[in-house]
């Protein structure tokens, strides 16, 4: 076995549920530890994958280019942020023409706003164009993943479960809402795109 490091499992999971994540903790005190997102279905996160629409880029940077998009699923809104540590990423953002379907792999970044919330970000790896079947493909597994993560928070020694219980007190049905809705809003994509054939 060599010693280089393995890239954590990027986790599927809707921008409603990533958005109300808020809390970030370490999981040893090496300097180079990865840093995690603690999901409110009792899961961590330290890299993320997701697919959705990119509806907006704009360049916010002063001195040098740093790229802001916003990529919409069906439960809300992501922020993604690119600059010079991301040049892949912030050439991504430049050059994608909004609205069009973007899969991002990404580590998640908190930071406090002025009136003291806190906001997540994602600082993407890799932003790619991709098509609607690829979209409702992620749509549906991610449905998946957040039903067995609420199913797997009941279960007494899901350390990250007892840790969302403690530090979010957010009702965890909203999530089960949420990936139903999502699975609807295919079907009626699919309604939609049926009729206009």
Same mark, same amino acid.
């Not at 300097?31 to 880029?57: D, H, K, S, W």
């Not at 379907?101 to 790619?128: C, L, M, Q």
């Given at each position: 076995?060599?010693? +280089?490091?393995? /890239? ?21 005190? #090496?300097?180079? @530890? ?11 996160? $330290? ?8 509806? #907006?880029? !704009?360049?916010? *940077? ?13 439960? *809300?809104?992501?922020?993604? %942020?690119? *600059?010079?540590?991301?040049? =892949? ?5 430049? !050059?994608?023409?909004?609205?069009? %379907? ?6 998640? /970044?908190? %930071? #406090?706003? &002025? &009136? ?8 993407? =790896?890799?932003?790619?164009?991709? &098509? +609607? ?18 199913? +797997?928070?009941?279960?007494?020694? $899901? ?7 403690? /530090?979010? &007190?957010?009702?965890? !049905? $909203? %999530?089960? /809402?949420? +990936?139903?809705? @999502? ?15």
């Amino acid at each position: 076995m060599s010693g +280089a490091p393995t /890239r954590e499992v990027a986790q599927r999971v809707f921008a409603r549920e990533f958005s109300d994540g808020s809390d970030t903790f370490k999981e040893s005190d #090496e300097e180079r @530890a990865p840093v995690y997102l603690l999901l409110p279905t009792g899961e961590r996160a $330290n890299r993320i994958f997701f697919v959705g629409t990119l509806t #907006e880029t !704009e360049d916010v *940077g002063s001195d040098s280019e740093y790229w802001q998009g916003r990529v919409v699923d069906p439960t *809300g809104t992501f922020y993604v %942020y690119a *600059g010079q540590y991301q040049p =892949e990423a912030a050439s991504a953002l430049r !050059e994608i023409e909004p609205p069009a %379907y973007v899969a991002v792999a990404g580590k998640p /970044r908190t %930071y #406090e706003t &002025d &009136d003291g919330d806190t906001n997540v970000a994602v600082r993407p =790896e890799s932003i790619t164009v991709v &098509d +609607a079947a690829t979209r409702d493909r992620w749509v549906v597994e991610t449905a998946e993943r957040t039903i067995e993560r609420l199913q +797997a928070f009941e279960d007494e020694t $899901n350390e990250y479960a007892r840790m969302a219980e403690e /530090r979010y &007190d957010l009702p965890l !049905e $909203n %999530y089960r /809402r949420e +990936a139903v809705s @999502a699975l609807e809003s295919l079907e009626e994509d699919d309604a939609v795109a049926t009729e206009s054939d």
